[in-house]
T-cell receptor, first 119, second 115 residues
Framework: AQSVTQLGSHVSVSEGALVLLRCNYS??????LFWYVQYPNQGLQLLLK??????LVKGINGFEAEFKKSETSFHLTKPSAHMSDAAEYFC?????????????????FGKGTKLSVKP | EAGVAQSPRYKIIEKRQSVAFWCNPI?????LYWYQQILGQGPKLLIQ????????DSQLPKDRFSAERLKGVDSTLKIQPAKLEDSAVYLC?????????????FGPGTRLTVL
C-alpha cells in the first residue's frame, strides 16, 4: 500500500531564510506526487505536482520540489521565506495507472507540516 | 471560474443527531471526492464519484455515513447518527476526470463539531 511520511509536524523559519519541508513516499512504482498548501479556514490549494517529466518541479509562489527515486523523497523548498508562506503543507501521493477505471486518482496525504515564519 | 462550493461552513451538533453537508463542484468536473480531515491529520478519502456513480467508497463507514450525487453534479454527504469521533473538517474536491495525476480542486470545507 502506498503511504506518505512528512518529517516534522511543525517547522519554524525566519523571514528570508530557506524553507525545507520533507516528504518521503512508499510505493512499488514511481507514483504521482503532489504538494498542497492549506491556509487557515480554507481548502487545499495545489502548489506543484510531479508526473514523470522533469524531476525538479517548479510551482507557485516560488516553491519547488525535487523527485529523488533513490531516496523515495519529494522535499519542498523555497529559497527565501515570506510571512505569507505561513500555512500547513501536505504532501500527497496518487497511484499511477495507465488506464482509467477503479479508484486511481485517489490522493493519500501525509499528516502535514505547519510552517511558521518569524519576522 | 467559480471554485468548489460547500455549505454549511460550520456545524455543531450533539452525538446521535444527524447532519448533512452539500457540495457543488466546478462546472464540468466529472469526478467528485469527499474527504475527512481530523485535526492534526491529512485528509482521508471517504468516497469518490464519477458522474453519478460511485467509484470508491471503501473507507466510508457505511453504517452511519451515506453520500449521493444525483444528476452527476451536486453531492450530499450525510452522517446519521453522529459520534464524537466524527468531529472533523469535511472537504469536497472535484477534478475533470478521475485519472491519476489530475489536479483536484478543493472547497473550503465544513467544520463539524460533535458534542
Amino acid at each position: 500500500a502506498q503511504s506518505v511520511t512528512q518529517l516534522g509536524s511543525h517547522v519554524s523559519v525566519s523571514e528570508g531564510a530557506l524553507v525545507l519541508l520533507r516528504c518521503n513516499y512508499s510505493s512499488s512504482v514511481p507514483p504521482y506526487l503532489f504538494w498542497y498548501v492549506q491556509y487557515p479556514n480554507q481548502g487545499l490549494q495545489l502548489l506543484l505536482k510531479y508526473t514523470s517529466a522533469a524531476t525538479l518541479v517548479k510551482g507557485i509562489n516560488g516553491f519547488e520540489a525535487e523527485f529523488k527515486k533513490s531516496e523515495t523523497s519529494f522535499h519542498l523548498t523555497k529559497p527565501s521565506a515570506h510571512m505569507s508562506d505561513a500555512a500547513e503543507y501536505f504532501c500527497a501521493v496518487s497511484e499511477r495507472r495507465m488506464n482509467y477505471g477503479g479508484s486511481q486518482g485517489n490522493l493519500i496525504f501525509g499528516k502535514g507540516t505547519k510552517l511558521s515564519v518569524k519576522p | 471560474e467559480a471554485g468548489v462550493a460547500q455549505s454549511p461552513r460550520y456545524k455543531i451538533i450533539e452525538k446521535r443527531q444527524s447532519v448533512a453537508f452539500w457540495c457543488n463542484p466546478i462546472s464540468g468536473h466529472a469526478t467528485l471526492y469527499w474527504y475527512q480531515q481530523i485535526l492534526g491529520q491529512g485528509p482521508k478519502l471517504l468516497i469518490q464519484f464519477q458522474n453519478n456513480g460511485v467509484v470508491d467508497d471503501s473507507q466510508l463507514p457505511k453504517d452511519r455515513f451515506s453520500a449521493e450525487r444525483l444528476k452527476g453534479v451536486d453531492s450530499t454527504l450525510k452522517i446519521q447518527p453522529a459520534k464524537l469521533e466524527d468531529s472533523a473538517v469535511y472537504l469536497c474536491a472535484s477534478s475533470l476526470v478521475g485519472t491519476s495525476g489530475r489536479e483536484q480542486f478543493f472547497g473550503p470545507g465544513t467544520r463539524l463539531t460533535v458534542l
